[in-house]
C-alpha cells in the first residue's frame, strides 16, 4: 500500500474521536511506560554498539520510529486545537 502524505478530510466529529484516542493513548501509563522503557532499551543498544553496525542503525531506527509515533499522534491533537481555534474565530464574525 503506497504512503500518501495527504491527509484525508475529517468531519468535525471523526476529528472529536481521532482526538480523544489519541489523547487517551498519550496519556495512558501504561503507554508511556512502554515509551520509555523501548527508547531507554535502544539508546543502551546503541551506546554500546560500534559506530556504522547495522545494530547502531537498527536501533537509531527504533528510536526514529518511537519519536514518529507520538509526534503522529500530537499531530492529531494539535490539528484538533488548531480546528477548534478557527471554527471560534470564524463563528464570531
Excluded at 478530510?9 to 474521536?17: K, T
Excluded at 542503525?57 to 503522529?72: N, P, Q, W, Y
Amino acid at each position: 500500500m503506497p504512503m500518501s502524505s495527504k491527509k484525508k478530510q475529517l468531519s468535525p466529529l471523526e476529528m472529536e474521536e481521532r482526538a480523544a484516542v489519541a489523547r487517551d493513548f498519550l496519556n495512558n501509563p501504561i503507554i508511556q511506560e512502554i515509551f520509555a522503557d523501548m527508547s531507554s532499551r535502544q539508546v543502551g543498544i546503541l551506546y554500546e554498539a560500534d559506530i556504522g553496525s547495522l545494530t547502531a542503525g537498527t536501533a537509531h531506527a527504533m528510536l526514529r520510529a518511537i519519536d514518529s509515533v507520538k509526534s503522529e499522534l500530537e499531530s492529531i491533537l494539535t490539528d484538533k486545537k488548531m480546528h477548534d481555534k478557527f471554527y471560534r474565530e470564524t463563528k464570531h464574525e
